[in-house]
């Protein structure tokens, strides 16, 4: 899973949300605000792969179409936290070195 898609599933972690919600949520939990491009591309992905699904007119907007809103499947749940795993065990080799021999 690449990184961008899966910082889209932490965001929905705690329910469902509009695009401009997760984009924040994703800025606030990594420090930077991601391209517009390459956000909405990960935000297909995830949709194309199953792991989130979209909730049409949820939500009204001030003017225009109401805001699509998004949510995680199970499958997305399930992708995430194994990713998260991953990404632990990762971590955790990096960590574990820092008071390795040598160092």
Same mark, same amino acid.
């Given at each position: 899973?690449?990184?961008?898609?899966?910082?889209?599933?932490?965001?929905?972690?705690?329910?469902?949300?509009?695009?401009?919600?997760?984009?924040?949520?994703?800025?606030?939990?990594?420090?930077?605000?991601?391209?517009?491009?390459?956000?909405?591309? /990960?935000? *297909?992905? +995830?949709?194309?792969?199953?792991? $989130?699904?979209?909730?049409?007119?949820?939500?009204?907007?001030?003017? &225009? =179409?109401?805001?699509?809103?998004?949510?995680?499947?199970?499958?997305?749940?399930?992708? /995430?936290? *194994?990713? +998260?795993?991953?990404?632990?065990? $990762?971590?955790?080799?990096?960590?574990?070195?820092?008071?390795?021999? &040598? =160092?």
């Amino acid at each position: 899973m690449n990184e961008k898609v899966f910082e889209v599933l932490v965001a929905l972690w705690v329910g469902p949300a509009t695009a401009a919600a997760v984009r924040e949520e994703v800025a606030t939990s990594t420090g930077r605000v991601p391209p517009i491009t390459s956000f909405y591309r /990960a935000l *297909r992905s +995830a949709h194309d792969e199953g792991w $989130l699904d979209v909730i049409e007119g949820s939500e009204p907007e001030s003017v &225009g =179409r109401p805001a699509q809103r998004y949510e995680l499947t199970p499958r997305g749940r399930e992708a /995430a936290a *194994r990713e +998260a795993a991953r990404v632990r065990r $990762l971590t955790s080799v990096v960590l574990g070195a820092q008071g390795g021999p &040598g =160092r």
